[in-house]
């Protein structure tokens, strides 16, 4: 499976449509064919940003789109005639496409999430040997460790890794350089508590010590997500385990979902226990 970075899929889907955008305000003509033409091309990076970003990304890369497509849209046309009304009937079309595609990658996404309800039948035939369990926040993630000891058989044969992502605010956030350490100090500090007592929780339900691995990883200049990812492509892992944490729609739309980038982007099962 090839792997792109999400910095990657944004450069890609926006140089296609400065692309487009150009070669479209170069077509002097815009009643031609040609025009119709680059029109249509928009629906490309359209369909890219809701298959690598869901109904959000699609919604997004429309209106993009259409910023770019409007001006071009109303030049040369008279205002109430069928190709003006044409035109934005293709702006109406861009934003239909963007929110229907970019909903169904979601809801296809979706069923890749596995739940305690629809997954504890197919575990018992594939059994799981090396595992990342994410600890990023402490909501569900000692349901979530006790998912894995009650439901996965062969627990002598799995490896799991429990890493937590330490996440603290810039330097600048803080007056001084002691108030930094000290938040750093104290988050550090309640992260290894919530790693201990998963470790805990799996090691009393069967699984051996010596196979119980132990990170901790500071999440700085990038998202959780980008960082759990990078540490399943350095090693490989069967699976991902996580705690689903709650969000309201609009801290999900101005911050992101870390689990649903998960389900969304890493290429292997993951496990998100609610």
Known sequence: ??????????????????????????????????????????????????YWFGKKGGLFT?????????????????????IYLSNMLEIVFFIGVGYFVGSYYDLRKSQFVLNTDS????????????????????????????????????????????????????????DTKEEFHAAFEKSNAEMSTLVDRTKTIICQGGVSETNIRERMITVDGKTTAERILEEQHRSHY????????????????????????????APCPVLVVC
């Open 238 to 265: 069967d699976m991902i385990i996580a705690g689903c944490t709650k969000k309201s729609k609009a801290q999900e739309f101005l911050f992101g979902n870390t689990n649903v980038t998960l389900v969304r982007e």
């Open 62 to 82: 429309s209106l993009a789109s259409s910023a770019f497509y409007l001006p071009c849209a109303m030049l040369g046309t008279r205002l109430g005639s069928i």
């Open 119 to 174: 997954y504890e039948e197919e575990l018992h035939h594939q059994p799981t040997k090396n595992i990342l369990f994410c600890i990023h926040s402490a909501e569900n993630t000692s349901k979530a460790a006790r998912y894995i000891v009650e439901n996965f058989p062969h627990k002598s044969e799995i490896t799991i890794t429990v890493m937590g992502l330490l996440r603290v605010k810039p330097q600048d956030f803080f």
């Open 1 to 50: 499976m090839i792997y792109l970075k999400k910095s990657y899929k944004i450069a890609t889907v926006s140089i296609l449509i400065l692309i487009i955008a150009f070669f479209d305000y170069t077509v002097t003509l815009h009643l031609s064919k040609i025009d119709l033409v680059y029109r249509d091309v928009y629906v490309v990076p359209i369909i890219l940003g809701s």
